[in-house]
């Protein structure tokens, strides 16, 4: 049977029909629909799990596949960072079921705060990596890094990229194959790194990557395509894609679905049968280097940029020295949608306050790092998950108690399970005066509403023990916890004044959830009346659903964005915005 479906689902579907008994991830976009996705699959077939972040996440699935399970766990490109001290020993340790670390990097930056190329990390790891360019490809490469895996016993690395993983097109869905769990044996020389096993595993990973680059010199993934052309293009992944929608059959293609280890003979074969060679691929020059290194000549990066996505108008410029058809010419551009909190946003009321009293503001990975957007213009870094406690720490340590009693750290329920616990034990251990505030907002918000242990539910909607971060928090050593509703913004900013004049650690938890959240019963609208004196005083929150009329510089609220959540009446000082009920 054929459907439609996204890359993501298409992996999912994948690791389903492979008989995948165990996938564990932490939610990052683009990959986060293919755990989702796993979790719509009968729960005695596959057991699936929002795990606190991406490093537990590995080390849950690298135990499954220990224990003779087929494992996955899926992350974006920047979380493949977290895991990556488990990922490294498993190089080693390998398998017993078949391992699968799906990873999608965000050419582009659409939601990331860096442009990674997790090829890399396949190299520097000595793991296998597979790379996908539709749809199809995510369903057949999935199910086949399972039994590569067992096959090589390696760790097979997935990679996608945000097209691929969001695009659609057609799969051949088949049935699931039943792989029973493997009998497990204690290995000690296998499975325990320390110094003297692991000695002897190096010298198997360098032996198995020798066998597993003989195999791509001639396996189903990496393929020629021969158009009779004296131009070669050498390209993987989505870059496939765009490079033969611009060129067609008017070149020779040899596409890499194993990307690494690299087929060094293919490569030479292929380059000896063309007078000019291309390298196409989006970020770094990986494929380039390797074939630089073989000794062929190759143009890549000199007519390509290592910066964002490829296009094919960009690509059918490099090579063929065309302008782009109109087929491939982007309409008119549309108006610039600058990102903003939702309306209602529970966020907004916090760094209002923090705003409005002057404080630096540490953040962190969130919808809350829209914070640091204008007017509120409040949030000073953004480094990483859970870098805003603990950059904070440091900043206090150079800066003085005076800079520190000006000082906040931000980060979200589930940022602070993620790697947040860690830079507060560090504060308490380490005498800091750092005030910490994690916004409670109810959920997982910026990849589209995960359960996370605070919130009580597991990823199949099922109910379970909730972390308490009041509990928490005191059992770290931490005397000073408040939970305020950054809505009450007068009450808001006299806890915010109270704890950060402390010389002592505290932390405040912002609570009020996701207006997005079905939970969430916002009614009504809010409305401008005639006591309005223009002082524009609401305009600085920021909310999408109040504006300024151009001509008479009134206040406007549309109704139709407005949810009524009456955070602009707070603040109103004149008593200008009125609440109306209704529908």
């Not at 976009?29 to 799990?49: G, H, K, N, Q």
């Not at 539709?134 to 369903?139: F, H, K, M, P, R």
């Not at 616990?421 to 907002?441: E, F, R």
């Not at 000073?480 to 938890?509: G, Q, W, Y």
């Amino acid at each position: 049977m054929k459907k439609l479906l996204l890359g993501n689902a298409a992996v999912a579907q994948g690791a389903y029909e492979a008989g995948v008994h165990l996938v564990s991830s932490y939610p990052g976009t683009p990959s986060t629909e293919i755990t989702e996705c796993m979790a719509t699959y009968p729960a005695d077939e596959v057991f699936v799990e929002w795990a606190p972040n991406e490093k537990v996440a590995a080390e849950v699935a690298i135990g499954a596949a220990i224990a003779g399970g087929r494992a996955m766990t899926c992350c974006k490109h920047v979380g493949l960072n977290v895991m990556a001290d488990p990922l490294f020993t498993d190089s080693y340790i390998g398998v017993t079921g078949g391992a699968v670390f799906c990873v999608a990097d965000d050419p582009g930056m659409h939601s990331s705060q860096n442009e990674q190329d997790s090829r890399h990390y396949a190299r520097a790891a000595k793991i296998m990596m597979l790379e996908p360019s539709d749809s199809a490809e995510c369903l057949a490469y999935t199910k086949a890094a399972f039994d590569l895996s067992e096959q090589f016993d390696t760790p097979v690395l997935l990679r996608l990229s945000t097209r691929v993983s969001h695009s659609q097109s057609l799969v051949e869905v088949g049935e699931r194959e039943v792989h029973p769990v493997k009998d497990y044996e204690k290995n000690i020389p296998k499975h325990v790194m320390m110094p003297a096993m692991a000695k002897g595993r190096h010298v198997f990973v360098e032996e198995r990557t020798k066998k597993i680059a003989a195999y791509a010199a001639d396996c189903p993934f990496n393929t020629v395509e021969d158009n009779g052309s004296e131009i070669g293009v050498i390209t993987s992944g989505i870059s496939y894609q765009y490079a033969k929608e611009a060129l067609g059959e008017r070149v020779n293609y040899l596409k890499l679905g194993i990307v690494w280890p690299c087929p060094d003979e293919l490569l030479r074969s292929f380059a000896a049968k063309n007078k000019k060679l291309y390298v196409i691929e989006e970020l770094d020059p990986f494929l380039e280097d390797t074939c630089r290194a073989l000794g062929l000549e190759v143009m890549g990066k000199e007519l390509f940029t290592l910066l964002g996505e490829y296009t094919p108008a960009m690509i059918a410029k490099a090579v063929m020295g065309e302008e782009a058809p109109e087929s491939m010419t982007p309409a008119d551009a549309l108006p610039a949608r600058p990102p903003v909190m939702c309306a209602g946003c529970p966020h907004r009321g916090t760094f209002y306050v923090l705003k409005k009293l002057g404080l630096t503001v540490s953040g962190d990975i969130g919808c809350y790092t829209l914070g640091a957007v204008a007017p509120l213009s409040s949030v000073d870094t953004t480094i990483c998950m859970g870098a805003s406690v603990s950059a904070a720490h440091g900043m206090a340590k150079v800066k003085g108690a005076d800079f520190a009693h000006k000082l906040v750290s931000v980060i979200g329920d589930s940022t602070f399970m993620h790697s947040g616990i860690t830079g507060l034990a560090d504060i308490v251990y380490n005498k800091g005066i750092n005030t910490v505030i994690i916004l409670d907002n109810s959920i997982t918000g910026m990849t589209g509403h995960q359960e996370n242990p605070t919130t009580g539910k597991t990823i199949r909607g099922e109910a379970t023990r909730q972390v308490d971060l009041i509990k928490l928090c005191a059992g770290l050593g931490i005397e000073h916890v408040t939970v305020a509703d950054p809505f009450d913004v007068k009450n808001f900013e006299k806890v915010v004044k109270e704890e950060t004049a402390r010389d002592d650690v505290s932390v405040i938890i912002a609570q009020r959830p996701c207006a997005l959240l079905k939970s969430v019963k916002y009614s009504g609208v809010c409305e401008v009346s005639e006591k309005c004196r223009k002082c524009k005083l609401c305009m600085k929150l920021g909310c999408p659903a109040i504006s300024l009329d151009a001509e008479s510089g009134a206040v406007r609220i549309d109704p139709t964005q407005c949810n009524g959540c009456g955070l602009c009446v707070g603040v109103c000082p004149f008593g200008a915005i009125e609440k109306k009920e209704g529908n």
